[in-house]
């Protein structure tokens, strides 16, 4: 995590276990760290660890059960892809638009480096 970043610290370590949970760290029903063990793993206060957990309750990506900690969501890693891709049409495609129009790149320069990017992956 990058704690220099513009992002909030809370959303940061979110998006931390939101990458673990589409990399498979986590599978659905998997029991996560305590507030306080993620605390002490990341260095945060334990308050701000707390209000990732509110915010990923909120969003339907972790489930609370009282006396046991928090789980993964069922429907967590999907519920992560909506967040996200509403995330890159919303804010990062706008950016990228932006930057392409001051820079005169146009669509058909960015689809052959994308065909290109995909052959080099396969």
Not at 2 to 13: E, G, H, R, T, V
Not at 56 to 67: A, E, K, N, P, S
Not at 80 to 90: A, L, P, Q, T, Y
Request: hydrophobic fraction near 40%.
């Amino acid at each position: 995590m990058d704690f220099k970043n513009q992002k909030a610290i809370y959303l940061q370590i979110a998006d931390h276990i939101c990458g673990d949970i589409l990399s498979g760290c986590y599978a659905e029903d998997a029991k996560l760290p305590s507030v306080r063990e993620y605390a002490a793993d990341v260095e945060v206060n334990v308050n701000t660890v707390a209000r990732s957990f509110e915010w990923l309750q909120m969003h339907d990506i972790v489930t609370v059960r009282r006396g046991l900690g928090n789980f993964v969501a069922p429907g967590a890693r999907q519920a992560i892809e909506n967040i996200r891709k509403e995330e890159f049409f919303n804010i990062q495609l706008p950016d990228l638009f932006r930057e392409m129009q001051t820079l005169g790149i146009t669509l058909n320069e960015v689809i052959n480096r994308y065909n290109m990017y995909h052959k080099t992956k396969k």
